[in-house]
């Protein structure tokens, strides 16, 4: 696809946000899902895919399709798109082997793809047969490690206190009854939030989660996948460019506010979960652990 070509889809998915009003979303994931669209449908990024869950994404999805080029793949469905990258650690096989049931649920997104292999698995419901690097081009150790973090690792903090607490195997199967995996469950909403922003900050044209190695390093994956789509970036849209830059620069003080305020935070998240003293300390060692894994302490 030529930067013509790309130009023209480009502004065609821009418009297609403007004609959307009802989509809330913040500027860096606004901005590099126009251009992940770009260059999943240039054949630059393996796939594209977008939830269709929130409030006006359908429609949204809607205006997308009529600007999937001739000969580029795409459709809507409920698919299987989330990858379990590691078993559940809850100490209790049954109740691993319960929440890895629960936890591949079907989702409604929108997609596209140049690749044949990729399009066959959309198709089929099933494109969590591929690993994120295969399906959309993120680096495995950011994947592998957003698992983990983001959502292992709050559902087993959960299981941790309510055993602590006295919940039995079959109490704790009640209550897990119905789980939806969703990220950051349980464990403070600022700390994962931290963690997003860090990354956005870092890598502002990318729109996975960089993990703590890619973040620190100077020739990591996210570092190249980044740069290769900044440099597009900046021909398809150069004032836009400037305007996430310029967002970038005010989310650093939010980071750090929250990393400034940690056991504030942490306090005010073990009174809203109302524990009891195991559980609170079982909690916090939860917390504890998960700031490790994130490299916010």
């Not at 798109?81 to 809850?90: E, Q, S």
């Not at 969703?182 to 996975?208: C, K, M, Q, T, W």
């Not at 890619?214 to 305007?243: H, M």
């Amino acid at each position: 696809m030529n930067d013509e070509r790309m130009k023209v889809l480009y502004d065609g998915f821009r418009d297609a946000q403007r004609r959307s009003p009802r989509v809330t979303q913040d500027a860096q994931t606004s901005f590099v899902e126009g251009l992940e669209f770009v260059l999943a449908a240039s054949g630059s990024k393996p796939s594209f895919f977008a939830l269709t869950t929130e409030t006006g994404r359908a429609e949204q999805a809607e205006l997308l399709s009529t600007l999937v080029p001739q000969g580029v793949h795409s459709g809507k469905g409920e698919l299987h798109v989330h990858r379990l990258y590691r078993a559940y650690r809850t100490g209790d096989v049954e109740v691993d082997e319960s929440l890895h049931r629960q936890s591949r649920i079907r989702l409604p997104v929108f997609w596209i793809s140049t690749d044949d292999r990729l399009a066959a698995a959309y198709e089929e419901g099933e494109p969590d047969r591929f690993d994120d690097t295969e399906l959309l081009g993120y680096p495995l150790c950011c994947a592998e490690w957003h698992y983990d973090a983001f959502f292992a690792r709050g559902i087993e903090a959960f299981c941790a206190v309510a055993k602590a607490e006295g919940a039995s195997r079959e109490g704790l199967l009640r209550l897990l009854d119905g789980f939806v995996p969703s990220s950051g469950y349980f464990l403070p909403d600022e700390i994962f939030l931290a963690a997003i922003l860090r990354s956005n900050v870092i890598y502002p044209f990318v729109s996975h989660v960089a993990c703590p190695a890619c973040c620190s390093g100077t020739t990591t994956a996210s570092r190249v996948l980044n740069d290769r789509a900044a440099a597009v970036a900046i021909s398809l849209d150069p004032e836009g460019v400037e305007r996430l830059r310029g967002w970038c620069r005010t989310q650093e003080r939010v980071i750090a506010s929250v990393t400034g305020s940690m056991a504030r935070i942490v306090d005010d998240a073990a009174e809203v979960h109302a524990m009891g003293v195991r559980g609170e300390d079982v909690y916090r060692k939860h917390v504890r652990h998960l700031l490790k894994a994130l490299a916010l302490r």
